[in-house]
């Protein structure tokens, strides 16, 4: 297929953790079914097998390969398996305009571009594919494991649905058809701005400097995004964010809908004290129900982890890897 736009990769380390020795990297491309083409970084175990199983992974929403799913994905190939991190449409190093939007459907495809990428890889096994999905990422990953039946076993980790946090607000708190009408006339309204104007306005990354009034999810953000710990360049949240009007279509369009009729494995991982908790508890609550397929299906509470914990370890080997490798040594067979 030929990409409608050419790419520039960055060749030079320039990821928030240090490289591992033990895998091969490159820099790939590919594109999803609406010709955008993505770029990814491929990370394949030294010495391994000829067929491997892969995985790929992305998240958090706002950030870019050479965060938090770029340590997943390096760390997983350091277990075995062949990973693909890669940037969604329209960030990063990825393709699509304008840049810096969001789409249920398109990212939704993104996921499946890069199974059409990785069960035609050389060194793949196309029957034993699966994918993580960390943060914003995470629901998209349930979308995706409930629209590709070539996806074997999924791993959510800190989710978020962005749907429901779009409709109703953090907590639920603007759950209701006034708060949503509010919301959708600030948006249109937006929109002739950004028609007039010829360009989308930004509607801010993480907030910086950080008030001392922040509630601690906000402080829990800024610690990662705004600082060495996870600062990227390229990454949205640590700059001007997504486009104000970048994430209207979440409004009206649940991706977790068919959630209940996943039938290959999920694992859904989260910590206790996040703040983000309640969107994974009430995700697996809804993916089980009246859901004949659940023997597989599995939630992880973790004690004393908050959201970000699970985007780098926090310092305390928080992401639990072996529990990871586990499930998808269980489930990619």
């Known amino acids: ?47 391994a097998a000829d067929k491997l199983p892969a ?28 990973t693909l991190a890669f940037d969604p449409s329209f960030t990063g190093e990825s393709g699509g305009t304008p840049r810096y939007m969001a789409s249920p459907d398109i ?16 060194h793949v096994d196309p029957e034993k594919i699966g994918i993580i999905g960390i943060c914003g990422w995470g629901g998209m ?57 010829g360009s989308y306005a930004l509607g801010g990354g993480v907030v910086d400097p950080l008030p001392q009034d922040a509630p601690f ?14 600062y990227h360049p390229r990454s949205l949240n640590s700059n001007g964010g997504w486009n104000i009007i970048g994430c209207m279509s ?11 009729e996943i039938r290959s494995a999920v694992l859904m991982i989260h910590g206790e004290n996040a703040h983000s908790c309640y969107f994974s508890k009430d995700a697996f609550a809804n993916m089980i129900h009246n859901n004949p397929y659940v023997s597989n299906k599995e939630l992880l509470i973790l004690p004393d982890v908050v959201h ?11 992401i639990p890897f072996d529990k990871m490798v586990t499930f998808f040594q269980t489930y990619l067979k």
């Open 55 to 82: 995985i790929a992974v992305c998240g958090p929403f706002g950030a870019v390969k050479e965060q938090a799913s770029g340590l997943y994905a390096q760390t997983m190939a350091e277990r075995g398996f062949l």
């Open 107 to 122: 990212n939704t495809e993104d996921f499946q571009a890069a199974v059409d990428f990785l069960s035609l890889h050389d």
């Open 1 to 47: 297929m030929v990409f409608s736009e050419t790419l520039h990769f960055t060749q030079d380390w320039d990821k928030t953790f240090p490289k591992s020795e033990s895998v091969i990297h490159q820099k790939v491309s590919f594109p999803n079914r609406y010709g955008i083409p993505l770029a990814a970084d491929l990370y394949i175990p030294k010495h």
């Open 308 to 318: 970000t914990d699970l985007y780098d370890g926090g310092g305390k080997n928080a």
């Open 141 to 197: 990953a349930l979308n995706a494991a409930a629209l590709d039946t070539r996806i074997k076993a999924t791993v959510t980790s800190t989710m978020y649905d962005m749907s429901r946090v779009n409709a109703k607000g953090y907590f639920d708190s603007e759950d209701s058809a006034d708060a949503r009408y509010a919301k959708r006339q600030a948006m249109n309204a937006q929109r002739l701005i950004d028609f007039q104007n």
């Open 217 to 230: 999810f906000v402080k829990d953000y800024h610690d990662y995004y705004k600082t060495n710990r996870g």
């Open 250 to 260: 979440f409004l009206n369009q649940p991706i977790l809908h068919y959630s209940n």
